[in-house]
């Protein structure tokens, strides 16, 4: 079957036959952000746990002749009902002593075991895969001896910072927000001084760390007051670290009508494939999932994918292949902007081609979103099935929610407290009339059990 992890393998190792060894080390910016010049911030993450476990995303996207290197053994149950979809899953391995503040391979680098037999998969052929690449991964490729299907750390590091993102655009001639790229203090005084008639306007600034990711290291800025403090703030940091390079982009606010992410595939030997679109689905303004297929015109379509035709050729010119997620939007006269940045690294929405590949097809549509939780103990799949009766995808053709992470579930789980987790998957149905008629539905029914956040 040509789906989409069979395509992978082309662009990573040249053979769709190959077999992958797959970390889901999500966040991979943090590692990147290390060193960086960041914004001020409030508080720290306590999210770490759910992100950490986010790794079981994984289990969908590699094949029956992969591995998948994770940080706790999945429910038993929940492999059974995805094995009863006719989903062919991959060898798992798990980690030894699981830390919730660690991502996958920082545990995997900890267990001398898993270590030994990594590297037995080395000598059979495997290749390494992750999320995204970071030097944490490069030490795991080093130990084990599993050859990176991937570009190095610092071409992966260099080519998500929002300051390439901004560069490559301004580069190819693409649509943009008005902005500037800032690498110096005096650069960033300078983009402050010209988005003041921005705010004099009416508008509002927004300032991105280069490594920013989910919401984090971005700062909307309405006054000259705000960007005073801001730049000083800065600078009383570069001062006091003997560290002048700085790495932000400030940009005008735009209006838009719809956010979208787009993924295209960079091979190593430079051939670009466009893979999908997809448009970001918002509740109250917070982002909760991606609808697919995007609502667009075929000539929008037609944009996104001449614009990442261009950009995978930039991509690889500057040393990188594998996949590529961009965000974009379109604005209320319904024009694309469509590089707001570029994720070159494995997106949400990659985790999920694999199935859409099996489970959406034509004339079907799908929402993937997540149902927050509130747990005082843990939860058994069993016990989750039991309870959505009904409204389940049980087939292809079918309609209901299709369970694509269980992990992240009981991720927070400490014994006598309560805690937090995440329950993702895919809604499918033939309209989003019947999708939104299934979410209300599991919505309820979690909430009449004291399981919705």
């Known amino acids: ?7 992978l393998k082309t662009a990573l ?97 900890a267990d001398p075991a898993l270590i030994a037999r990594l590297a037995e998969l080395a000598a059979e052929g495997v290749h390494l895969t992750a999320h995204g690449v970071s030097d944490v991964e490069e030490a795991l490729a080093e130990r084990t001896g599993l050859p990176l299907a991937a570009p190095d750390a610092a071409t992966c590091k260099a080519v998500n910072s929002k300051v390439y993102s ?44 280069a490594f920013g990711v989910s919401g984090k290291g971005i700062a909307v800025l309405e006054s000259d007051r705000r960007m005073d403090r801001l730049v000083g703030l800065i600078a009383k940091a570069v001062d006091k670290s003997g560290q002048p390079r700085v790495a932000f982009v400030v940009e005008d606010w735009v209006a838009k009508r719809t956010d979208l992410n787009y993924q295209f595939t960079v091979g190593r030997d430079g051939d670009v494939r466009f893979d999908f679109v997809k448009e970001l689905h918002t ?9 697919m297929p995007a609502r667009l015109s075929p000539a929008q379509v037609a944009e996104l994918t001449d614009t990442a035709h261009r950009l995978g050729k930039k991509l690889a010119a500057d040393g990188y292949f594998g996949v590529v997620g961009v965000d974009a939007m379109v604005d209320p006269d319904g ?19 694999r199935v859409q590949d099996r489970f959406v097809g034509p004339g079907r549509i799908a929402l993937a979103r997540h149902y927050p939780v509130r747990l005082t103990e843990r939860l058994r799949f069993a016990h989750v099935r039991a309870l959505l009766d009904g409204l389940l995808l049980d087939r292809a053709g079918g309609a209901g929610l299709l369970v694509n992470n269980f992990a992240t579930v009981n991720a927070g789980h400490r014994a006598g407290t309560a805690f937090d987790g995440r329950l993702y998957g895919l809604l499918v149905g033939s309209s989003d009339d019947e999708i939104a008629a299934v979410d209300h539905e599991i919505t309820a029914r979690l909430e009449a059990t004291g399981h919705e956040r």
């Open 1 to 7: 079957m040509d789906d989409f992890t069979r395509r």
């Open 13 to 109: 190792l040249g053979d769709p036959d190959g077999s992958l060894a797959f970390l889901g080390n999500f966040e991979v910016e943090e590692r990147w952000a290390r060193g960086e010049h960041t914004l001020p911030r409030l508080s720290a993450d306590g999210g770490a746990a759910v992100v950490n476990h986010m790794d079981e995303f994984a289990l969908l996207l590699a094949s029956g002749d992969d591995h998948v290197v994770l940080k706790s053994a999945p429910d038993q149950d929940y492999l059974a009902y995805l094995t009863g979809l006719g989903i062919d899953l991959p060898t798992v391995h798990v980690v030894a002593d699981s830390d919730p503040r660690r991502t996958v391979t920082a545990d995997a680098l």
């Open 166 to 209: 901004r560069r490559a655009a301004d580069e190819l001639g693409l649509r943009q927000p008005a902005g500037w790229a800032c690498e110096t203090v005096d650069e960033l005084r300078e983009a402050f001084d010209r988005a003041r008639a921005l705010v004099a306007a009416g508008h509002k600034v927004v300032v991105k760390e």
């Open 283 to 291: 509740e109250g303004g917070v982002h909760k999932g991606h609808r």
């Open 335 to 353: 024009g694309l902007y469509p590089v707001i940045e570029i994720n070159a690294r494995n997106n949400m929405s990659t985790y999920q081609t």
